[in-house]
T-cell receptor, first 113, second 117 residues
């Protein structure tokens, strides 16, 4: 079974600064996807970024980028130029066969004005 | 395009009562998922439907939880009888399809927050 671990319960960042969220996972699969989801107080999960395991290039979406280290089974998210609207819970998730998502425990991001 | 709809948004019941949640996926999405998200944790998949058939219900507590998607569109998740530990947010998601190796994005609804007293 796959497991996803987020070791940082909460991270605080100053507006316009950069914050990095950590995620590690455990799997015996070779072909899979990794995701970062944002969950604001409205509770709706919003996909931030995804990474295919077979791609060596790290994914980037505007201010969001990942550092994918397949051998180390590490998948961190960097939020650059943090904005007040970035404040939310962030979940790392793993998908292997069957489209089933396995989520980590989440990291709360606080943005200070 | 309308998103995934869920109702109710909030529900408070006493233990041993029954409760039902409703989900209407995005039009045309064949795959529907129910997740349970306990406070302070990530969502956990309870059940996955492909049209009106069950793909995965390995983490559904079948002694008290049931779910159906009779016409392959909307779905109902029921808990009977509820326990204190069932207090959680119940998220519904849908995707166009599902496959072993192809990525199909899951779109989430706003969830139903259940409180069991």
């Amino acid at each position: 079974a796959q497991t996803v671990t987020q070791s940082q319960p909460e991270m605080s960042v100053q507006e316009a600064e950069t914050v990095t969220l950590s995620c590690t996972y455990d799997t015996s699969e070779s072909d899979y996807y990794l995701f970062w989801y944002k969950q604001p107080p409205s509770r709706q999960m919003i996909l931030v970024i995804r990474q295919e395991a077979y791609k060596q290039q790290n994914a980037t979406e505007n201010r969001f980028s990942v550092n994918f280290q397949k051998a180390a089974k590490s998948f961190s998210l960097k939020i650059s130029d943090s904005q007040l609207g970035d404040a939310a819970m962030y979940f790392c998730a793993f998908k292997a066969a069957g489209n089933k998502l396995t989520f980590g425990g989440g990291t709360r991001v606080l943005v200070k004005p | 395009e309308a998103g995934v709809a869920q109702s109710p948004r909030y529900k408070i019941i006493e233990k041993r009562q029954s409760v039902a949640f409703w989900c209407n996926p995005i039009s045309g999405h064949a795959t529907l998922y129910w997740y349970q998200q306990i406070l302070g944790q990530g969502p956990k998949l309870l059940i996955q439907f492909q049209n009106n058939g069950v793909v995965d219900d390995s983490q559904l507590p079948k002694d008290r939880f049931s779910a159906e998607r009779l016409k392959g569109v909307d779905s109902t998740l029921k808990i009977q009888p509820a326990k204190l530990e069932d207090s959680a947010v119940y998220l519904c998601a849908s995707s166009l399809d599902w496959a072993e190796t192809v990525y199909n994005e899951q779109f989430f609804g706003p969830g139903t927050r259940l409180t069991v007293l």
